[in-house]
């Protein structure tokens, strides 16, 4: 028979075990969102002050008018991780069904408009991950498994992680940690944002780790 206290010894060693680890998987990664306001971001549309806003810690993305919230740095070799979930309609019965879309816009270039010259991460909850060449992108290689997305995606509604890495114009894109696409682009540097296109969704937890 286990002694309590030998129980309770157990259940705290697995704890710090668990918090190592996450502290091991955040190494290197810097916040670029303070959880209070969008301070290092920009928006555009310039007017569209309503559609990115801050609620509990989460950006909150109404879905309209279309544009994207984006950073005001530009980023070159980086992994770029965030927790994303959509709003959960109340008759929604299908997850399957639900057609939920944003994404994420990497590299940006040149003018800001709708949509900018880049690539996007699709952020659709039915093919998140999966790529779309906006612009002059040079996109080859991309490697999409809808099948290791739908193993890992969770009910519309709790919260994903997505991280993308990117380096020298390679993108590998992770959900949940498990890798669900990769490619090739020629676009090497530039700021990356976030997607309003129809659908209200939320942000948390932005953070970008620089690779050597």
């Known amino acids: 028979m286990f002694h309590p206290l030998r129980v309770a ?84 019965k299908d997850d399957k069904k639900f057609g939920g879309n944003s994404g994420l816009l990497l590299h940006i270039q040149g003018k800001h408009k709708v949509w900018p010259n880049c690539l996007e991460v699709q952020g659709a909850n039915g093919s998140h991950g999966s790529f779309i060449s906006i612009g002059k992108t040079g996109l080859t290689k991309a490697k999409f498994s809808g099948a290791a997305l739908a193993k890992v995606r969770k009910k519309v509604g709790e919260w994903n992680t997505t991280e993308v890495t990117v380096k020298d114009g390679d993108v590998l894109v992770k959900v949940n940690g498990a890798q669900v696409n990769s490619g090739k682009m020629t676009l090497v540097e530039g700021p990356f944002g976030f997607q309003s296109e129809g659908s209200e969704l939320h942000f948390k937890n932005i953070k970008v780790k620089t690779l050597d």
């Open 9 to 92: 010894l157990i259940a705290i060693g697995f704890a710090i075990l668990s918090l190592q680890a996450h502290a091991g998987d955040d190494k290197g990664f810097v916040d670029l969102f303070n959880g209070t306001d969008l301070t290092g971001f920009k928006i555009f549309p310039e007017k569209a002050t309503q559609t990115f806003t801050v609620v509990d810690g989460y950006v909150k993305v109404s879905g309209n008018p279309a544009g994207y919230f984006y950073t005001d740095k530009s980023f070159k070799n980086c992994v770029i991780r965030f927790d994303w979930r959509y709003k959960r309609p109340a008759n929604l």
